[in-house]
């Protein structure tokens, strides 16, 4: 294969949810900065999008700048279907909780299909982590991948696209994610046009030529856990909560630096303050909902999920607004606290408005 370099086109402050549903809709008018690429689709045109970031109920999260909200990217590619601007998209979507964003939310006739890491109230999984197998070099102190992105990428690297199906892929890297890391797991979704995965891969991304004549055997597509539990190996592996990847991070840090050591107490003072920060935005929300809706209800809102099929919340303006005041009072929710934008979204559910939210904050965080 020739060599091919990397073309980063929105970085750093320009990597923004802004700047990326601009570039799906091709609307360059709304572009801040970056270098003005946009998808330039039209009706004829195989669209894949690839999105990787941590993730909560409902949303996920940018580089830069506001998190990304479903209602926000399901009604950007309305707009690009509606503007027969594609024939047909394949979506990859790998954050915690990534099912939330197109559960009851993408319909089948938007001929788009898309795959999330994991259901819409479960976590993802971070690979390739210091102290686990498998480990990345000695020179690196943090996670290099995630399971399910290194399942679809690494199989996608090995076989001909134009023979495998997405269908075909979905089976290996659900088997991969959900089996082969038993005590590790979350299933891969699939949403939207599903018809669309009996399409070669090859159509979405190409294919290596040296791959051309690979053959794949049946049992790599399955994708019957029971099949698959049975040939699993259950190796001595290791993944890591994508919540918990900084606190892992932080957690090796220490542990690797010599006793007495500056590094060792900086990283001490670094771990702990991680600790303190989780355990504060646990207090928080905690004191919040008890204070609008008892303390005999907290769990239920902390927990409730909706059957599937529905949408995480009613009225996505009043999650909005919950996590916006939550941010002005008691500062921004953090990887970790973002676990608890579905408690939010069951608030609003519930029938919480903007005053009752700002008082119990107010009373909650700035004490």
Known sequence: MIPMAILQDYTGENCTAN??????????????????????????????????????????TMPTGDDLYAKDLIEVLKKKHEAKSYKSMVFYLEACESGSMFDGLLTEDMNIYAVTASTPAESSYAMYCPGHYPSPEDDFETCLGDLFSISWIE??????????????????????????????SSHVMQYGNKELSKE??????????????????????????????????????????????????LWHRFNRSADGSSEKIEAQ???QNEILSRQQVDQNIHQIIAQVFGEENVSK???????????????????????????????????????????????????????????????????
């Open 19 to 60: 700047n990326f549903l601009a570039v799906i809709l091709g609307n360059r008018t709304a572009l801040t900065g970056g270098s003005g690429k946009v998808v330039n689709s039209g009706p004829n045109d195989y669209i894949f999008i690839y999105y990787a970031d941590h993730g909560s109920a409902g949303m996920v």
């Open 269 to 271: 003072k670094q771990l």
């Open 301 to 367: 809102m902390i927990e409730s999920i909706r059957p599937a099929g529905q949408p995480l919340v009613d009225d996505w303006d009043c999650l909005k607004m919950l996590v916006r005041i939550y941010g002005e009072i008691c500062g921004s929710l953090s990887i970790y606290g973002k676990k608890y934008t579905r408690a939010m979204a069951n608030m609003c559910n519930a029938g919480i408005n903007e005053k009752q939210m700002t008082l119990a904050s107010n009373q909650a965080c700035l004490k």
């Open 200 to 249: 070669p891969i090859f159509s979405y991304i190409g294919t290596n030529p040296d791959n051309d004549n690979f053959t794949m055997k049946a049992e790599e597509f399955s994708s019957n856990p029971s099949a698959e539990i049975a040939h699993s190996s259950r190796l001595t592996r290791g993944a890591v909560s994508q919540r918990d990847a900084q606190l892992h991070y």
């Open 155 to 184: 199989d996608s690297e090995k076989h001909d696209l134009q023979k495998e199906t997405l269908q075909q892929q979905h089976g290996v890297v659900r088997r991969r994610t959900l089996v082969d890391y038993l005590d590790f």
